[in-house]
């Protein structure tokens, strides 16, 4: 089975990063991810979190110990790290980043699902205001995976992670909060 990994707005904070910061701490920075290493040029900036307008959790608030920010990307805490940080390796790089003097990781899925291990013989445009925004109702083979339990698809022009069963489960098995599952079909 593979997941869109999206984030938990309802229950969770969002992570947010200044782009100015980032922009000032590296001048090369851009906010577009498009699964391109950024490792070698990273700086570890300061981040927030914030309840969003969609926020419905705990008024004291719900930090998430995993979360998605900027196009998908993963954002894990230092438990969430330990326990993924061998299984994600495959498919990115961690940056870091720090909330209030507590270290946590931005996840850069570099990962691409080869154009192989994609069905989309039921594909749907995707269109918003005249944007072409990517394929919805396409499948993915996680054969082609070789093992990787987090990718990215250029059928959404790169914009969420997906996640296997394996990532899922573990996910689950350690209560972890701030992510929303959608499964997605395998052929």
């Given at each position: 089975m593979t997941y869109k990994l999206l984030h938990d707005y309802q229950n969770t904070y969002s992570l947010l990063i200044q782009n100015d910061?980032?922009?000032?701490?590296?001048?090369?920075?851009?906010?577009?991810?498009?699964?391109?290493?950024?490792?070698?040029?990273w700086v570890t900036s300061n981040a927030t979190f914030f309840a969003s307008k969609n926020y419905e959790g705990d008024p004291a608030g719900t930090v998430p110990d995993v979360c998605t920010w900027s196009t998908g990307n993963l954002v894990l805490n230092e438990v969430a790290y330990n326990v993924f940080r061998d299984l994600l390796e495959k498919s990115g790089e961690f940056l870091p980043i720090c909330v209030s003097?507590?270290?946590?990781?931005?996840?850069?899925?570099?990962?691409?699902?080869?154009?192989?291990?994609?069905?989309?013989?039921?594909?749907v445009d995707v269109i918003d205001s005249g944007v072409h925004l990517g394929l919805d109702n396409v499948t993915f083979k996680e054969e082609v995976l070789d093992g990787a339990a987090?990718?990215?698809?250029?059928?959404?022009?790169?914009?969420?992670?997906?996640?296997?069963?394996?990532?899922k489960r573990i996910y689950e098995i350690n209560n972890f909060k701030g992510l929303i599952f959608e499964e997605v079909k395998v052929y």
């Open positions: 910061e980032l922009w000032d701490k590296m001048p090369e920075y851009s906010p577009r991810y498009l699964a391109k290493p950024k490792a070698a040029d003097s507590v270290k946590y990781y931005v996840f850069n899925t570099l990962l691409v699902i080869p154009e192989e291990g994609i069905n989309k013989d039921k594909a987090v990718f990215k698809s250029d059928t959404d022009l790169l914009v969420y992670s997906y996640c296997t069963n394996e990532f």
